[in-house]
């Protein structure tokens, strides 16, 4: 079963407007990584945020993350045509011996309109 | 610069042939993963490698076996290609000994099993 679930599946902005994509998550995490992906390139990552913390930012994007809701906010301020991409959230969940592995959502794909 | 790359990018095979993807990363990571993307289920891990001679079975790894005789390499074998195979494969690295650190992708081999 899926571990992170992004909503929506799919947005579309004008070029200025913020952008906010969700992520759910099922069991405790060690981390929350948010990554991009534009069409047929491999994805990059964007941001990793701790269990124990709560808000990050890098630039113009800002994530959040509560862990009693189990759930992770990204937002994309002032936004651009080149933020056109689709954005993946991933989960760190423990795999045994100290190990982890990353558990990614299905994506909300953004459209920014010139 | 440090990089990560897979040969070939496309790829058209027939059912029942023996299929290699590379994959070779110049970051000296430990960790080596890879994954399939499919439409509807986003990404899914196949196996993964935390270090030389160390191999492990992802979320959807019949079918499929790699193996690890290096830092850089981390080869997925598709033992008999079937029709159901036909995805875009991505490998990735990470750094550290733990799996949950950010990860670097590759641009991905698209593979087409007819």
């Known amino acids: 079963s899926q571990q992170g679930e992004e909503d929506p599946q799919a947005l579309s902005i004008q070029e200025g407007e913020n952008a906010t994509m969700n992520c759910s998550y099922k069991?405790?995490?060690?981390?929350l990584q948010w990554y991009r992906q534009n069409s047929g390139r491999g994805l990059v990552h964007l941001i990793l945020?701790?269990?124990?913390?709560r808000e990050k930012h890098s630039g113009r994007l800002r994530v959040t993350l509560d862990t009693s809701k189990k759930s992770s906010s990204l937002l994309i301020t002032a936004s651009r045509a080149a933020d056109t991409a689709s954005y993946f959230c991933?989960?760190?969940?423990?795999?045994?011996?100290?190990?982890?592995?990353?558990?990614f959502g299905k994506g909300t794909k953004l459209s920014v309109i010139p | 610069d440090a990089e990560i790359t897979q040969s070939p990018r496309h790829k058209i095979t027939e059912t029942g042939r023996q299929v290699t993807l590379a994959c070779h990363q110049t970051?000296?990571?430990?960790?080596m993963f890879w994954y399939r993307q499919d439409l509807g289920h986003g990404l899914r891990l196949i196996h993964y490698?935390?270090?030389?001679?160390?191999?492990n079975k992802g979320e959807v790894s019949d079918g499929y076996s790699v193996s690890r005789s290096n830092t850089e390499d981390l080869p997925l074998t598709l033992e008999s290609a079937a029709s159901s195979q036909t995805s875009v494969y991505f490998c990735?690295?990470?750094?550290?000994?733990?799996?949950?650190?950010?990860?670097?992708f590759g641009p991905g081999t698209r593979l087409t099993v007819l």
């Open positions: 490698s935390y270090g030389v001679q160390d191999t």
């Open positions: 990735a690295s990470s750094a550290g000994t733990s799996g949950r650190n950010e990860q670097f």
């Open positions: 970051w000296n990571h430990n960790n």
């Open positions: 991933a989960t760190a969940l423990p795999s045994g011996a100290g190990s982890y592995q990353l558990t």
């Open positions: 069991t405790s995490i060690n981390n």
């Open positions: 945020i701790r269990s124990n913390e």
